[in-house]
């Protein structure tokens, strides 16, 4: 038993299981009523790793049996720590914005301190390459935004994701430290709305520096401007010896050819 002040100096007795009670501990009314028993596993993952990573239960989505952080889940870390950590705001700005479908789209997000410095930053691309739902493939321009924004968000978010599941494992059940005990290790790696680039869905995008996006920014320009494919094939045909020559990075390679492929893809149709 613990006791806290109440009103007017009276003192109440609080249950100490009432007050070390995790975060999100009730979120098993969220359940679905007669889920199939594959539901019912991810579910119960979905809670586990609410309580250990305390992130909502609405900021993590299981995609290929993977759970994954979200968008909505690093929004909650940010907002919630950035008071401790001196973070103040992030703002995405387009690089390249996709005016067709087909085109790639390119953004860049900044977080800020309360200072107005930048402390970290993010690329986002989408194009019809490595976004999976055709639903999507017409957002281009708004799957980049958020590509941008959770790359950034996740590079600060990340090491609070962590201190807090380290924190909060003891406090889980047993049944409960089973089910994350594989899931934990690559929860946070990549976002939800970062799946999806030839199918290795556990897999984080590697991603390029300013540095980098800004030597191939011309390449880029030119993939982009190409009316027909046999003006595509010869810029193509340029990547390639640039590739075999090791002018371009792993990283710029793989943006590159993202956009060439993009490209070709909306010349064909």
Not at 58 to 73: E, F, H
Not at 195 to 220: C, H, P, Q, R, Y
Request: contains cysteine; hydrophobic residues 40%.
């Amino acid at each position: 038993m613990a006791e806290k002040k109440g009103k007017k100096g009276t003192k109440v007795t609080v249950q100490e299981s009432e007050k070390e009670k995790p975060s999100w501990s009730d979120a098993g009314i969220l359940m679905k009523k007669g889920a199939t028993p594959k539901e019912q596993a991810e579910q119960q993952m979905i809670i586990a790793l609410s309580i250990a990573f305390d992130i909502p239960p609405q900021g993590i989505t299981i995609l290929a049996d993977n759970p994954y952080v979200n968008r909505i889940g690093l929004e909650f870390v940010f907002h919630k720590w950035r008071g401790n950590y001196g973070w103040s705001h992030f703002l995405s700005k387009p690089i390249e914005l996709a005016r067709k479908v087909g085109e790639t789209a390119v953004f860049k997000t900044t977080v800020y301190n309360k200072k107005d410095e930048p402390i970290a930053n993010g690329y986002g691309t989408a194009n019809a390459a490595n976004v999976k739902l055709d639903m999507v493939k017409t957002f281009l321009n708004e799957m980049a935004e958020t590509r941008s924004q959770n790359r950034c968000l996740r590079k600060i978010c990340s090491p609070v994701l962590y201190k807090t599941f380290i924190r909060n494992v003891k406090r889980l059940n047993k049944d409960q430290k089973l089910i994350v005990a594989e899931a934990a290790g690559k929860f946070g790696s990549v976002t939800a709305e970062e799946v999806g680039v030839s199918g290795e869905e556990d897999k984080a995008e590697t991603l390029v520096s300013e540095a980098e996006m800004t030597n191939i920014a011309s390449f880029l320009q030119e993939i982009n401007n190409a009316k027909t494919q046999a003006a595509l094939k010869k810029i193509g045909a340029r990547l390639k010896v640039g590739i075999k020559v090791k002018k371009f990075s792993k990283n710029q390679v793989k943006v590159l050819k993202e956009a060439w492929l993009g490209k070709a893809q909306k010349l064909a149709f």
